[in-house]
């Protein structure tokens, strides 16, 4: 999310996004939508095999995804200093240390 070519594209299409809504649907269709399914689609079978307790999974999806984008997204879009790996690295340790204290093992 953080590669220079992905900031591009998503600079493009929030600067298309009122002369071009077809193509921006298309852009998160096929870009955050997808991958928010997929991590939505892991937490609901996770749930299901009581590994943990999601009962919303795309809305716990949506939640840990953006945690992490966060800041460090908004610096990139906006041509900031992006995180250095290792600020990307807590980042994602603190990400998943809140997202398992909201939806860790049951009991």
Known sequence: MRDANTLGQFRTMYAAATTQPEACAAFHRQGADRLVGELA????????????????????????????????????????????????????????RVFMAAYGPPG
């Open 41 to 96: 689609a892991y937490l609901r079978a996770a749930h299901a095999a009581g590994m943990l307790r999601v009962p919303q999974p795309r809305v716990a999806a949506d939640l840990f995804l953006a945690v992490f984008l966060g800041d460090g997204h908004l610096r990139g879009l906006l041509r900031l200093d992006l995180p250095t790996p290792r600020e990307d690295k807590a980042q994602l340790r603190e990400a998943v």
